[in-house]
């Protein structure tokens, strides 16, 4: 089979079985809005999987962000839409200031799966290639950054396999070039959670760029990113890349030959340390090429450069030496990470990865070069060397974020201190002090949605206008190994949590404080109830549950359309703090025993408007109403829940004391003025309504439930329903001694 000169020499990439598409017709994206936010501008390109498009974000003060979307024609290749989402997948894995971010997905209105990426103000590798070559210094600077970020691809299981001049993007910022290696649509993924096995044996990539052994159909390994990476090189020096064949037959008998003109012969001055460097990346065999990507860009850049010095690689450096430096770091971690399932685990990292990457913050400071983001397994620590605000500014722009994505349950601690850079077992680059093991323990202080700071943070910005009026002292707080820390919580009416944080309640002599606790499951996906500093006090005894599969009428049902619910709990037995059963489910009409951890799951049979309340004693033992969802302080102030979509909370425990925890459900066709009203003057106190005529309103609307309740033995589910406009339902949860 032969291939033209373009195809070959890497203006397209090639895949099995790609048909040439007919001319198309003119675009109808241009100047259409995806998701009622991304403003499709102009065509940027056209490849074998989709069109990229130049668009701009209308909830970012319009910033210009890259929009890929998957050919409509491509819908009906399954292998194609697995490799679209996976690409999605390799971006959010990989975290490198040389590769481009990952900021969003979905779905056009003709279900045309999306991406939304970076836009990168420059220009691609192939359009600065000259016949001449480059100069010796702009091809070590660029080529060093090249092998970097293949290699925090590779450490993050992502093989590229399509690495050419037109997928590596160049920008100038302040007379220095930056690389931002692009396009990873056809990418290996290791360990990937999409499933592509169907079409193991498709060749992908640009011919002219393959391994030996991806012509051979053999697995590809790094060395297979690394040959790639050596052409560019070549290509770069001279002008020309090492082989030119007709077809992928004759390129893999001339691979086999070797390189027959060196790079020496079409470049004057280019040293011999210099080519040895770029040959051994060409070896036939990959066990001969480099180990990591990295290593080879590093030599070859030291070896352009002529600095022998440099040549000597970190892992081999005998210095000790490091400096000491002030950094501004954020520290960020997912509450209740450790009881989430593993699958759930990994796709909250996930989620908030992409929410950092998206921040205007942390992407400036990698473009600067000025952010190290480390991994701490249930969160992130991002070390910023720029500006004392940058890690406050991420803080408040990931808190806003974080109303998109409520069942992240997420905490912040900021702190200026010394740190030094050092480089781990892997030579990536980290940091230790106690700037960071500071940041580190201010968080510890916080409950969801908080964003804590030191004194010495809170200091330097109650010095400014724009953040002092935001500043609330919590006072001092003791943390590990006895260290006292004097913390600040930073909120406002659009970002953080207003709430006193647990640690700081304890010193409070209220007696409603010093009641046992736990946080009540809302139904919804709200981790952000972990925010709210909710409740649930001793109860009365344990009343008597409805037998199985009988209705109970609670009221006289009112005319109207049937509605419908449908809810359970999935629990765990506890023991010492520990699982001491698998997990189970029922239908909530169970005795459950005290500290056992539950989760509410709750289907609705059509989109509404959702209202949950919790009575129990409060002060004095007087009865309170306390709001559990929506909670109009923490952003949570939509009531409204899409139909036959399942919801689950966040896991909960039953408090000790035996009881009967109740939870009151209001659900209406539209969402309720009153009761909007109602949550948001409770917002203000605390989640409770202390208003004696909001109280009233509320009973009103308690008083009349009109709902039957169904438990269903062999499904472990209550169904719920009721007529009319308004469905109301008491959930009562028994729990005792065990």
Not at 37 to 45: I, T
Not at 336 to 348: C, F, H, K, N, P
Not at 644 to 667: M, P
């Amino acid at each position: 089979m032969g291939y033209s000169d373009k195809t070959i020499g890497g203006h397209d990439t090639f895949s099995a079985k790609t048909v040439p598409a007919a001319p198309n017709p003119p675009d109808r994206r241009i100047n259409t809005v995806l998701d009622g936010r991304y403003l499709v501008e102009r065509e940027l390109g056209h490849g074998g999987f989709g069109t990229v498009y130049l668009a701009s974000d209308n909830k970012v003060i319009s910033r210009k962000i890259v929009v890929k979307v998957m050919h409509s024609e491509e819908l009906a290749n399954d292998w194609r839409k697995k490799k679209f989402r996976q690409e999605l997948e390799a971006l959010a894995r990989i975290n490198h200031p040389s590769v481009i971010g990952v900021l969003d997905s979905g779905e056009t209105p003709d279900g045309c799966p999306y991406i939304v990426m970076q836009y990168i103000d420059g220009v691609s590798l192939r359009s600065l290639l000259t016949p001449e070559g480059l100069p010796f210094a702009r091809v070590a600077n660029l080529i060093k950054q090249i092998g970097r970020a293949l290699t925090a691809a590779h450490e993050a299981g992502i093989l590229h396999r399509d690495l050419k001049p037109e997928n590596i993007m160049v920008q100038t910022s302040q007379d220095e070039e930056y690389v931002k290696v692009i396009d990873f649509g056809v990418a290996k993924v290791r360990n990937s959670i999409i499933d592509t096995s169907t079409a193991r044996d498709v060749a992908v990539g640009t011919i002219a760029y393959m391994s030996p052994e991806q012509l051979n159909a053999q697995p590809v390994i790094p060395a297979s990113d690394i040959y790639a990476m050596g052409i560019i090189a070549y290509e770069m020096l001279t002008g020309k890349r090492p082989l030119n064949p007709e077809s992928s037959y004759q390129l893999l008998d001339m691979q086999k030959l070797g390189v027959r003109v060196k790079p020496s012969d079409l470049r004057t001055g280019l040293s011999g340390n210099a080519e040895k460097i770029i040959l051994k990346a060409l070896s036939y065999n990959p066990e001969e090429r480099y180990e990591r990507a990295r290593d080879f860009g590093d030599s070859l850049s030291s070896a352009l450069l002529q600095d022998d010095e440099q040549t000597l690689l970190a892992p081999r450096k005998k210095s000790t030496e490091h400096t000491l430096e002030t950094a501004h770091v954020l520290f960020v971690d997912i509450v209740g990470y450790s009881t989430l399932v593993i699958d759930e685990q990994a796709r909250q990292l996930k989620q908030l990865q992409l929410m950092v990457s998206a921040t205007a913050e942390c992407g400036s400071a990698k473009d600067g070069h000025e952010l190290i983001a480390i991994p701490t397994g249930d969160g992130m620590a991002l070390v910023f060397f720029n500006h004392p605000e940058a890690p406050v500014r991420c803080a408040v722009e990931l808190s806003r974020a974080l109303k998109a994505a409520p069942q992240i349950c997420l905490r912040m601690g900021i702190h200026s201190g010394l740190v030094y850079r050092v480089a781990d077992i892997k030579n990536n680059m980290n940091v230790a002090g106690g700037g960071i093991n500071i940041a580190q323990r201010v968080m510890d202080c916080g409950d969801a949605g908080h964003i804590l700071l030191s004194k010495r943070v809170a200091d330097d910005l109650g010095q400014l206008a724009r953040w002092s009026g935001y500043l609330h002292d919590l006072g001092p707080a003791k943390v590990k190994h006895d260290v006292v820390l004097h913390v600040f919580n930073l909120f406002g009416d659009e970002f953080g949590n207003g709430e006193v944080p647990l640690k700081f309640r304890k010193t409070e002599t209220h007696p409603s404080i010093k009641k046992a606790t736990i946080i009540i499951a809302a139904i919804v996906i709200v981790a952000v109830l972990g925010a709210t500093g909710l409740y649930l006090y001793k109860r009365q005894p344990a009343l008597t549950p409805t037998s199985n599969n009988t209705p109970t009428s609670k009221a006289t049902p009112a005319t109207g359309r049937q509605r419908s619910l449908t809810y359970w709990l999935t629990y765990q037995k506890m023991r010492n703090g520990k699982p001491d059963s698998e997990l189970r489910q029922s239908a909530g009409n169970d005795i459950f025993g005290n500290n056992w951890r539950f989760q509410f799951n709750l289907t609705p049979g059509e989109t509404g408007a959702m209202y949950l309340v919790n009575v129990g004693p409060g002060k004095n033992q007087a009865q309170e109403y306390n709001i559990l969802f929506p909670l109009p302080g923490v952003g949570q102030s939509d009531p409204n829940l899409e139909a036959n979509k399942s919801f689950k909370t966040d896991w909960a425990r039953f408090v000790d004391q035996t009881g009967v925890e109740q939870i009151w459900i209001i659900w209406s066709v539209q969402p309720i003025r009153e009761l909007d009203e109602i949550f948001k003057h409770a917002s203000l106190t605390r989640g409770v309504v202390t208003n004696s005529d909001d109280i009233a309103k509320l009973q009103a609307y308690l008083k009349s439930s009109n709902s039957d309740v169904i438990h269903d033995k062999e499904k472990k589910q209550t169904f719920v329903k009721g007529t009319g406009d308004i469905l109301v339902n008491l959930v009562e949860l028994t729990h005792e001694a065990n």
